[in-house]
């Protein structure tokens, strides 16, 4: 058996805190902490669609994703101008896993803009993002109900995310930046509380993996969302 660097057993989640109404000024925000990983998230509602959504009667999410300079050993730069490769793919998985939480025709023609900011990062940042993000927004919808904005809070299920991989042979669940740096098998999982799947993102980094493995995998990480379901209430 793997001996994790942390202590943890194989199927064992990082300690997951997540603080509500943590940045007055937005609908809805949360601080999201899984192990040493931090992100603040926050979630916007404003009237109007994008172009492509206007007179569909829909509304609209979208998400922007950034890991803050001191997040990482290393300063990393301010992403001004143009985002790399790896913020815009994030961003996008923000952006489109939630929408999969939210039924747009009950929205209207609105736009939930979701910011997702790293403060510390420790693997899992994206998983964590889309994990705290569904708060975030639920919050932010359920205060349009109560100022009767909305007749129903239109969040369909809830929506997590965990990554899982393999060290040594062995399936690991919510791995950190050292385990993921050495990890045979990376893989990051979004699901719905009842278990349907929104996104699997898996790669092998030096051979390839069985279908025995992808459903072990599937398997180990639905174990830990079931877990964090709990936690988001």
């Not at 805190?17 to 404003?46: F, H, M, P, Q, W």
């Not at 793919?89 to 209207?108: F, S, W, Y």
């Not at 950190?176 to 719905?192: K, P, R």
């Not at 025995?212 to 639905?222: C, V």
């Amino acid at each position: 058996m793997t001996k994790r660097n942390d202590g943890r057993k194989a199927d064992q989640l990082r300690p997951i805190t997540i603080e509500r109404n943590y940045i007055e000024g937005a609908d809805g925000s949360v601080l999201i902490c899984c192990g040493k990983t931090k992100v603040i998230v926050t979630a916007i509602i404003d009237d109007g669609v994008p172009s492509h959504k206007k007179g569909s009667g829909e509304g609209w999410l979208t998400a922007e994703y950034n890991m803050l300079p001191a997040s990482s050993n290393e300063r990393i730069k301010r992403e001004r101008f143009k985002v790399s490769g790896r913020t815009y793919e994030i961003q996008r998985l923000i952006g489109r896993t939630l929408r999969m939480a939210v039924d747009l025709k009950l929205l209207g023609e609105k736009t939930i803009y979701v910011d997702a900011d790293v403060i510390q990062a420790d693997g899992g940042t994206r998983t964590a993002s889309v994990t705290g993000a569904y708060v975030a927004v639920r919050d932010a919808l359920g205060k349009l109900v109560t100022k009767g904005q909305l007749k129903r809070n239109p969040i369909k299920e809830n929506i997590a995310a965990i990554s899982v991989g393999i060290i040594n042979n062995e399936p690991l669940l919510d791995i950190n930046y050292l385990e993921d740096s050495t990890a045979e098998v990376d893989m990051n999982i979004v699901m719905t509380k009842s278990g349907k799947l929104i996104e699997v993102q898996g790669t092998a980094e030096n051979e390839p993996f069985s279908r025995d493995t992808l459903d072990n995998l599937i398997n180990l990480a639905q174990k830990g969302l079931e877990e964090i379901f709990v936690i988001q209430g």
